[in-house]
């Protein structure tokens, strides 16, 4: 059963940075794709970015464009998310996933539902203004 260690969580000041990293415990696919999502207390959990390994596709929210990068370091198993220029509202608890996947499929409303995802624990992250 593969695992899903996000880190780098944190609090900081509204305009400030963090890099989260969701680390793999094996490898998954070569047709992978991964993604982060963030969800408040209450609220449904929202998609962040998704990244699909070959070709090196991205998606982001509107609400993250400009100010987050996804990226991933494949030889490490590593997904990682740059967060520049932070916003109170950033506040959430931060997910990844990663499954195998198709790049329609990766990029769809629903591979986020595919019951074949691996997902992490979560890591913490609050801005304050």
């Not at 596709?57 to 991933?72: C, E, I, M, N």
Request: net charge positive.
């Amino acid at each position: 059963q593969v695992q899903l260690v996000e880190s780098g969580g944190g609090s900081v000041q509204a305009g400030g940075s963090l890099r989260l990293s969701c680390a793999a415990s094996a490898y998954i696919s070569r047709n992978l794709c991964m993604g982060w999502f963030r969800q408040l207390p209450g609220k449904e959990r929202e998609e962040v970015a998704r990244i699909y390994a070959r070709g090196n596709l991205t998606y982001y929210a509107d609400s993250v464009k400009g100010r987050f990068t996804v990226s991933q370091d494949n030889a490490k198993n590593t997904l990682y998310l740059q967060m520049n220029s932070l916003k109170p509202e950033d506040t959430a608890v931060y997910y990844c996933a990663a499954g195998d996947s198709s790049p329609y499929e990766c990029f769809s409303v629903s591979w986020r539902l595919k019951p074949s995802n691996y997902w992490g624990q979560g890591t913490q992250v609050t801005v304050s203004s």
